[in-house]
């Protein structure tokens, strides 16, 4: 069975499942360019750490397309640059984009430096680049489910199958398809090894309770909704194995943003000794940040909390606090962080050479 697709690109041709309507109805929208990406990602028509960086770099694309080359490949660098610059600046908490940036901006650097290629030529590699990150977060994100399957399988041998909670939207609603987290959980129904997924409502935005549900119920995984604020005596009640949870953004020392309501999971998963894992593409790990200290966490709208659609639901007058995210130190990691190259333990992680 094919797993839902938040993302449609063809030469050229943009499209997103506008994720704000969903559970109701499944929409696409075009999107024709970085502006048009920039908002999409703003309002969170599209969301997820890697489906970010994956449509703001294929809104470029779709632009570059369209353009004929300019005069030189120092005005397309400056050019690249300046959209990219701008797409970063949707959404500060994940780090997917600003990498993609980086890469593509440093790949014009290189073809401006290289004589043997023309201006037309450039830019038909940066295009080709920045189309490649759709189907490179999709093999990140199988092997991240098979890694991480099989290290939860050896750490849950005893069991014929395991029960695992699962915060906010990490399947292919937040990445270019299968999932990171989400992505684990698919390969241990795979397996046979998946007695139950309890999924989080993950309020405010709900991501769990629209995203995640409408993905485990589609796919017919044996799934369960609890409210956020179940989740410890959920972990008591079923004996949950596993908690796994997806990134926004991992620092050098394993600490790791994820969504608000990431970090008291860790620690009621400390509490109940219950293995905490993070899944995360190596697109999602910010080397150039020692810790979490440094992680800009997203404040979002007051009307997320207060409002359901245009229905108020809390106190006309109430101040609000509304982080979007929040930092799980790495000693609360206690089962490793699941990339697309292997698990490893948080002070295991280091730049691909
Ligand atoms: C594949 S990880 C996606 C990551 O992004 C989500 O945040 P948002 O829905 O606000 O974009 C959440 O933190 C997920 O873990």
Redesign the pocket.
């Known amino acids: 069975m094919a797993t839902l697709q938040a993302i449609k690109y063809n030469d050229g041709q943009l499209e997103i499942l506008d994720q704000l309507l969903l559970p109701e109805s499944c929409t696409f929208i075009p999107i024709f360019n970085v502006e048009d990406a920039w908002a999409a990602i703003r309002e969170?028509k599209v969301?997820?750490?890697?489906?970010?960086a994956i449509v703001g770099c294929l809104s470029l694309a779709a632009e570059l397309r369209k353009l004929a080359a300019p005069d030189t490949k120092e005005e397309l660098c400056r050019l690249v640059k300046e959209k990219l610059d701008y797409l970063v600046t949707s959404?500060p908490?994940?780090v997917n984009t600003q990498l993609a940036a980086e890469a593509c901006v440093k790949l014009c650097t290189q073809l401006t430096a290289n004589a043997s290629v023309d201006v037309a030529e450039a830019k038909d590699a940066v295009v080709k680049s920045l189309e490649a990150t759709l189907a490179d977060d999709m093999a990140d994100n199988l092997a991240i489910g098979e890694h991480g399957a099989s290290a939860i399988m050896k750490k849950t041998a005893t069991k014929d199958k395991i029960r695992i909670l699962t915060?906010?939207?990490?399947?292919s609603l937040?990445?270019a398809g299968y999932?990171?987290?989400?992505g684990v959980i698919r390969s241990l129904h795979k397996a046979s090894k998946l007695d139950q997924v309890y999924c989080t409502e993950?309020r405010p935005?709900n991501?769990g309770s629209r995203?995640t549900a409408f993905e485990l119920v589609y796919e017919k995984i044996p799934a369960t909704l609890v409210c956020d604020s179940m989740a410890a005596a959920a972990m008591k009640q079923f004996k949950i194995d596993a908690v796994i949870?997806?990134?926004?953004r991992v620092a050098a020392n394993g600490d790791t943003?994820?969504?608000?309501g990431?970090y008291q999971l860790a620690v009621l998963a400390k509490s109940h000794d219950v293995l905490f894992y993070v899944?995360?593409?190596f697109s999602?790990i910010d080397f150039q940040i020692p810790n979490g200290q440094s992680i800009p966490i997203?404040e979002?709208p007051h009307s997320e909390m207060t409002h359901t659609g245009s229905i108020r639901t809390a106190a006309a007058g109430i101040n609000c606090w509304n982080p979007?995210?929040d930092v799980t130190p790495a000693e609360l990691i206690t089962g490793g962080i699941i990339t697309e190259k292997g698990v490893f333990k948080p002070d295991q992680l280091a730049p691909p050479q």
Do not use: W
Not at 167 to 171: E, I, L, V
């Open positions: 969170m969301r997820g750490a890697p489906a970010i959404r908490t994940a915060h906010c939207n990490t399947g937040a990445t999932g990171t987290a989400l993950t935005y991501q995203l949870v997806g990134a926004d943003a994820n969504k608000i990431t899944a995360a593409p999602s997203e979002r979007g995210f």
